[in-house]
């Protein structure tokens, strides 16, 4: 991923050094303060910059949308370069209402222009989704009609898409300073929706990509400072990092923005190490699927992101640099119409979720992932697991192997390999098979190893296949086998469904023994005699 990262840091440096700090802006602006200020005509107030003590030029107002501050909490450590947005007839936001009747056609609301309501198809006692993009995106992009397409499919709702693309495009410090005002517009419209349109407040719901996330927390902001209305719901999809880590709440993201605000974070490594999305949890719900970082099927090279973009190179380019970034909404698409549980546990980190010190649904409340999260009095950080490709969503197993400490496991010593299982429901329903660990590690006699597991969504489990996987290499002479096969050495093991709350213990049929690439089946019924006491967990 060193390419990845490099272009990633050549972009945001280029960005920074394209965009002039607001200190130099001062005498420009002063110029303007000082020609709007003497002429009172009403076509000037849209564009008027006014005087507010002896920082007249950290202010810009466009109205009817407000005034716009860039000294703190908008500029400091972590927002190195603060700048105004550009006028609003420039960035010149689109928003397309879709219904049912209307996905061909959508039709379009002006803001201020209320027989775009009145004559629109506004289904007033429906839902109302707000989709926005981000950076450098637009509202004509595939993910976008694709996440439209399945709102509409679940519910008869209202989907507006709003298309900035006006000012999403670079510097992106300038794209930055633009999500405040597009925040303020949209927020603008939500009211006019609210008061002309008869919409419900509780009934909108805005759903923001990156930039897109943060600018829906602008919209619920304003909808309740300036209108007196609260949003109902924000979704923010892998919230953009870049000048919004450590920052104000007033300046990302936040839980007060909306009565129920949930987060998708998919990309929240170090910037400078390639990450795009946010990690410090900004939302009622948190979601970090697969730790928030490194999602699966995202490191297999760029031809595969070509081929996955139909042969595209340039959109297979960006798919490859921005792969666990746009995972978020790559999801959360998935969760919209989902017969999957799509299920996330309260953890207090990552690791803990991996070797399953978390996976309890019983004593704690588990929210299922995505579009159907449900709010509850409760503030948390949430982990799940996915798999590499479309359906994503998977069922957690968490697994715990006893490996056997017989005269005959001792006599035999550790070994080197990996366990795979397929875990096996109903009416012999199996999973895919799924490794206990990522590379070959080493089983010593008498300890016990456990680790959460994605597979496929089988039922209440019944029983386990487990196969012993030894990779010899006729270069590495430790590997080699010569006058017997590998074996590994269990007693039992015991599994449980996080989806359906059952766990079972399994055993080997007779012999204690797996040989070497020959599946097994491990029942329950094969256990009779198992002792717990002389195993040490690793």
């Keep these: ?62 109205q009817p949308f407000g005034c716009f501050y860039i000294g703190t909490p908008w500029s400091g450590g972590s927002r190195p370069v603060s700048t105004f947005p550009t006028k609003p007839d420039s960035i010149n936001p689109l928003f397309m209402l879709y219904t049912r009747d209307r996905v061909d056609d959508p039709h379009e609301l002006v803001i201020d222009r209320i027989s775009t309501i009145r004559d629109s198809p506004l289904r007033r006692n429906e839902n109302l989704y707000f989709i926005i993009h981000g950076y450098l995106d637009n509202g004509n992009k595939t993910w976008v009609l694709r996440m439209m397409n399945e709102l509409l499919l679940r519910e008869n709702c209202n989907v507006v ?45 805005c759903i923001g990509h990156s930039l897109g996330a943060h600018t829906c927390g602008y919209v619920g902001h304003n909808l309740r400072v300036q209108y007196g209305y609260k949003l109902g719901r924000i979704t923010g999809l892998d919230p953009a990092e870049p000048h919004f880590s450590n920052t104000s709440p007033l300046v990302r993201l936040d839980p007060s923005d909306a009565d129920f605000v949930t987060a998708i974070h998919t990309d929240c490594s170090p910037f ?21 970082r ?28 921005g792969c666990n970034h746009i995972r978020s909404y790559e999801y959360f698409i998935e969760s919209i ?8 546990v309260p953890c207090t980190s ?39 490709d479309k359906p994503f969503c998977k069922a957690h197993y968490r697994v715990t192997i006893n490996v ?22 109903p009416n012999g329903k199996m999973t895919e098979r799924l490794s206990l660990s990522e590379h070959s590690k080493y089983y010593e006699p008498g300890t016990r190893h456990t ?75 094969n256990c009779r005699y198992i002792s717990d006491l002389n195993f040490v967990s690793t």
Excluded at 295 to 315: A, D
Excluded at 354 to 382: I, K, M, Y
Aim: charged letters at 20%; aromatic letters at 10%.
């Design 161 to 205: 898409v709003i298309n900035w693309i006006g000012g999403a495009g670079p510097p992106y410090t300038q794209a930055v300073a633009n999500t405040r005002l597009v925040g303020a517009m949209t927020g603008r419209l939500a009211s006019q929706l609210i008061q002309k349109g008869k919409m419900q407040a509780s009934r909108l719901h």
């Design 294 to 321: 490194n999602q699966p099927g995202c490191n297999e090279g760029v031809f595969n992101s070509i081929t996955l973009e139909k042969g595209s190179f340039f959109r297979g380019i960006k798919r490859f640099l």
């Design 1 to 62: 991923m060193m390419f990845n990262e490099t272009l990633l840091m050549l972009i945001y440096t280029a960005n920074l050094l394209s965009t002039p700090h607001n200190r130099n802006q001062k005498r420009e602006d002063r110029q303007v303060f000082t020609t709007t200020s003497t002429t009172q005509q009403s076509a000037d107030l849209d564009e008027s910059i006014f005087e507010y003590d002896d920082e007249w030029y950290m202010w810009r107002c466009y």
């Design 350 to 388: 990552w690791e803990r979720f991996q070797n399953g010190s978390c996976f309890d649904c019983v004593e704690q409340h588990c929210p299922r992932f995505g579009f159907n999260a449900q709010p509850g009095n409760h503030h948390a950080s949430v982990y799940l697991m996915t798999g590499r």
């Design 337 to 344: 119409n989902t017969v999957c549980p799509f299920l996330s």
């Design 404 to 425: 056997s400490k017989t005269n005959e496991s001792l006599n035999y010593g550790g070994e080197v390999g990996m366990f795979v299982i397929r875990v096996i429901g």
């Design 451 to 525: 680790a959460v597991i994605p597979g496929d969504v089988v039922g209440k489990v019944e029983a386990v296949e487990i196969t012993w996987d030894y990779q010899t290499s006729m270069f590495n002479p430790l590997t080699w086998r010569l006058l017997h096969k590998p074996k590994a050495y269990i007693d039992s093991l015991t599994i449980k469904s996080l989806e359906f709350q059952n766990e079972i213990t399994v055993c080997p049929a007779s012999s204690k023994t797996l040989v070497a690439n020959e599946p097994q089946i491990l029942k329950v019924e």
């Design 272 to 292: 400078i190490s390639g990450g795009l999305g946010i990690s410090q949890p900004v939302a009622h719900i948190d979601f970090f699927p697969n730790g928030g």
